[in-house]
């Protein structure tokens, strides 16, 4: 399997409950991304993960909780949501390090989350 | 801050006309300029990209050309087809110092080509 990939594509959930997204690349790149689109709005950068470890927090609410537990993983932990939130959820990946010119991000194909 | 602007759709066109979709930005340092495509359902694709002024990028018949004199990158293609249907996002990155995947979005432009 290449490219990026996200589990679950649908999401629907209350605004109790506790989910998951989950985010797997399969390139070698050592930076992820979370991005939140909602309808009408610009793409919106939510996280940016370096190496594992988090440079970028847009000042997103603490009802997301990102986690990289490695390069090639990242998750995106939800809870009491509000409607909101709903939105489709995507994730990329990239390589740094390479200078100007170096490669562009790739996508996954995101979750859409919705909040009842 | 860093923008991007794009003009608003959505733009109906018939097959083979020609496409123009018009994107300026705003930025510090010397940023690379892109266009992805989000077709339905799906997550978005890099559709071509420039790295420096006067560049142009180029992909299954599109192309666009960074002004650094006019800050534009706008979209053209001589000749759509139905299939070319999808929402277009310009965007930009930062400088040497930042991250590639770091990208600042236009608000995205609806296609629609009818046969």
């Known amino acids: 399997e290449t490219g990026v990939t996200q589990t679950p594509r649908h999401l629907v959930m209350g605004m109790t409950n506790k989910k998951s997204l989950k985010c797997e690349q399969h390139?070698?790149?050592?930076?992820m991304y979370w991005y939140k689109q909602s309808a009408k709005k610009p793409l919106e950068l939510m996280f940016v993960?370096?190496?594992?470890?988090?440079?970028e927090n847009n000042s997103v609410p603490s009802r997301f909780s990102p986690e990289c537990p490695n390069s090639s993983h990242l998750f995106l932990h939800l809870h009491t949501l509000q409607p909101e939130d709903s939105a489709l959820y995507l994730c990329?990946?990239?390589?740094?390090?390479?200078?100007?010119?170096?490669?562009?991000?790739?996508f996954g194909q995101g979750t859409r989350l919705t909040v009842v | 801050g860093d923008s991007v602007t794009q003009m608003e759709g959505p733009v109906t066109l018939s097959e083979e006309a020609f496409l123009t979709i018009n994107c300026t930005y705003t930025?510090?340092?010397?940023?690379?300029l892109f266009w992805y495509v989000q077709y339905p359902g799906e997550g978005l694709q890099l559709l071509l990209k420039?790295?420096?002024?006067?560049d142009k990028g180029s992909n299954k018949g599109f192309e666009a050309t960074y002004r650094k004199e006019t800050t534009s990158f706008h979209l053209e293609k001589g000749s759509v087809q139905v299939s070319d249907s999808a929402v277009y996002f310009c965007?930009?990155?930062?400088?040497?110092?930042?991250?590639?995947?770091?990208?600042?979005f236009g608000q995205g432009t609806t296609l629609q080509v009818k046969p």
């Open positions: 990329a990946s990239s390589q740094e390090g390479g200078g100007i010119g170096r490669t562009e991000a790739f």
């Open positions: 390139l070698g790149h050592n930076a």
């Open positions: 993960y370096n190496f594992k470890e988090q440079t």
């Open positions: 930025a510090t340092g010397y940023p690379s």
């Open positions: 420039a790295t420096k002024a006067d």
């Open positions: 965007a930009l990155s930062g400088d040497g110092s930042s991250n590639t995947g770091k990208l600042i």
